[in-house]
Nanobody, 122 residues
Framework: QLQLVESGGGLVQPGGSLRLSCAAS????????IGWFRQAPGKEREGVSC????????NYADSVKGRFTISRDNAKNTAYLQMNSLKPEDTAVYYC???????????????WGKGTLVTVSS
């Protein structure tokens, strides 16, 4: 059974940091690009970042450039999203997904985790 499980969300103050993890089971993560997406209440799901299957190529939404870093450890079958300088507008449920994420469109992704909630508030 193919499964992606996110972890690492929580409550953090503005300016703080969190590191999200995405663990894969049932398939080999290193065969697939991995994307991070987020969905805030009342808003559509949006692409945050994407990393190629090898890790050599990454891209980011303009809203997170310079603050978020995507990475992966194929030996551990896990991808990560390091989030620094967090802002209240980063508050959302964060999802990882496997599939062609170069366009960072949710409709292009094949497999999804259930998400982890990130709340940025003082």
């Amino acid at each position: 059974q193919l499964q992606l499980v996110e972890s690492g969300g929580g409550l953090v103050q503005p300016g703080g940091s969190l590191r999200l993890s995405c663990a894969a089971s049932g398939f080999i993560l290193n065969y697939s690009p991995i994307g991070w997406f987020r969905q805030a209440p009342g808003k559509e799901r949006e692409g945050v970042s994407c990393i190629s299957s090898s890790g050599a190529s990454t891209n980011y939404a303009d809203s997170v450039k310079g603050r978020f870093t995507i990475s992966r450890d194929n030996a551990k079958n896990t991808a990560y999203l390091q989030m620094n300088s967090l802002k209240p507008e980063d508050t959302a449920v964060y999802y990882c997904a496997a599939g062609p994420c170069g366009t960072m469109l949710a409709s292009h992704m094949n497999y999804w985790g259930k998400g982890t909630l990130v709340t940025v508030s003082s």
